[in-house]
């Protein structure tokens, strides 16, 4: 550890809710997203649905906005439903689209069944930032694996997600489906 200088950081908790907690109910959770975390929704639609959240048009305002989700995060439970409404459609920017989802992974009950929908509703860019926040071992679901990686091929906990994934691809003679590919930077040639 350095002896001298700022360290800054971040930590994301792997510690799930504990078993058995329970989501907090939708209209609290709006209440408490309204009240709390300063979210607007439009009025409540006349077929009885939900109001939809009406995203700040100011950075500066979501800043404020991501900053209250942290302070009103201590105890909160929510599912993945709620998370990807709260990180996909609370917000409009993209890092406080990736905060959010980043605040909301260890407060989430069904993650490991779930979570991938609240990646799939953020842009390739932000699931590779997601991922690099939050692990990506921890956000890589094998039934799910669609996705932007972005992986340290010298870290060997990204390194099995890259043999995961190729295996996966090479078993279901789906290998067609990586592309992109660039080590380095650079295009993999042929792919």
């Not at 700022?6 to 504990?18: G, H, K």
């Not at 972005?150 to 990586?178: C, Q, W, Y």
């Amino acid at each position: 550890m350095p002896t001298a200088g700022a360290l800054s950081f971040d930590v994301v908790s792997q510690a799930r809710p504990l078993e058995g907690a329970a989501p907090l109910a939708d209209e609290a959770l709006m209440a408490l997203l309204q009240d709390r975390v300063g979210i607007e929704f439009e009025p409540p639609p006349e077929d009885g649905g939900s109001p939809s959240p009406l995203p700040a048009s100011d950075f500066a305002a979501a800043n404020s906005q991501i900053q209250a989700l942290r302070r009103a995060a201590p105890g909160l439970v929510v599912s993945s439903a709620q998370a990807r409404m709260i990180a996909a459609e609370c917000f409009q920017f993209g890092p406080h689209r990736v905060e959010a989802a980043v605040v909301l992974f260890p407060l989430t009950v069904d993650r490991g069944d779930a979570y991938w929908t609240v990646a799939y509703a953020l842009s390739g860019i932000e699931q590779s930032l997601l991922a690099s926040r939050i692990g990506p071992a921890a956000l890589f679901n094998p039934k799910r694996p669609s996705g932007h990686y972005l992986l340290d091929t010298a870290h060997p906990g990204h390194m099995e997600i890259a043999r995961k994934l190729v295996a996966a691809a090479v078993a279901s003679g789906e290998l067609p489906n990586l592309w992109n590919l660039r080590l380095r930077g650079e295009w993999l040639v042929g792919c």
